[in-house]
């Protein structure tokens, strides 16, 4: 079985410039969250999608921050324009079913904003 | 809201039983993880607890206390590899779980 796929794996951008990231979930799998880890620190949640729908966004930054699942598989993560603590790791997870069973986590986008 | 509380780092020497604890304090509550992450990597899944009391899986086990709003990971026969962050999560009454700030176990011949 295939796992969570994320691109890129690491990117550099200047502050001001945009970024995207794109997760592929596990085949099934109806929820998906992003999550953003700032180095020593745990993982803090963007948004939640259940198929193509936002379950939680409460903490996304929705003046710079926008995500999409359109079809209710890949999803994209963007940030314009970007600040220096934005500097981060970005985690896609996803899992069968909202409130049951564990996540499963991609490798994570690296992005470093200079 | 919800608050989540673990250890920032623990040492251990290889071969050894470690202990690490996870307090939290949540509205609502539908389970409790814990993950491993090292240096780099994704988080992979260790255990779930949604029931008080211990799960067994090898040289890993977990506990839950509901009431006290208590967990503890405990690792045995420990290894070099353990090295990594050790991360509690809580899904509560949304349903979303939300992570700790991980414990870093550094473990040593």
């Known amino acids: 079985e295939a796992g969570v796929a994320q691109s890129p794996r690491y990117k550099i951008i200047e502050k001001r410039q945009s970024v995207a990231f794109w997760c592929n979930p596990i085949?099934?799998?109806?929820?998906l969250y992003w999550y953003q880890q700032i180095l020593g620190q745990g993982p803090k949640l963007l948004i939640q999608f259940q198929n193509n729908g936002v379950v939680d966004d409460s903490q996304l930054p929705k003046d710079r921050f926008s995500a999409e699942r359109l079809k209710g598989v890949d999803s994209t993560l963007k940030i314009q324009p970007a600040k220096l603590e934005d500097s981060a790791v970005y985690l896609c997870a996803s899992s069968l079913l909202q409130g049951a069973g564990e996540l499963f986590f991609g490798e994570g986008s690296r992005l470093t904003v200079l | 809201g919800q608050n989540i509380d673990q250890p920032t780092e623990m040492t251990a020497t290889e071969g050894a039983i470690v202990q690490i604890n996870c307090t939290y304090q949540?509205?609502?509550?539908?389970?409790l993880f814990w993950y491993q992450q090292h240096a780099g990597e994704a988080p992979t899944f260790l255990s779930y607890n949604v029931l008080d009391g211990l799960e067994e899986k090898g040289r890993f086990s977990s506990f839950l206390s509901r009431s006290k709003g208590y967990s503890y990971l405990l690792l045995k026969e420990l290894q070099m590899k353990d090295s990594a962050s050790y991360l509690c999560?809580?899904?509560?009454?949304?349903?979303?779980?939300?992570f700790g700030r991980g414990t870093s176990l550094i473990v040593h011949p």
């Open positions: 085949s099934g799998h109806a929820t």
């Open positions: 949540t509205s609502g509550f539908n389970g």
């Open positions: 999560a809580v899904r509560g009454g949304s349903y979303i779980p939300t």
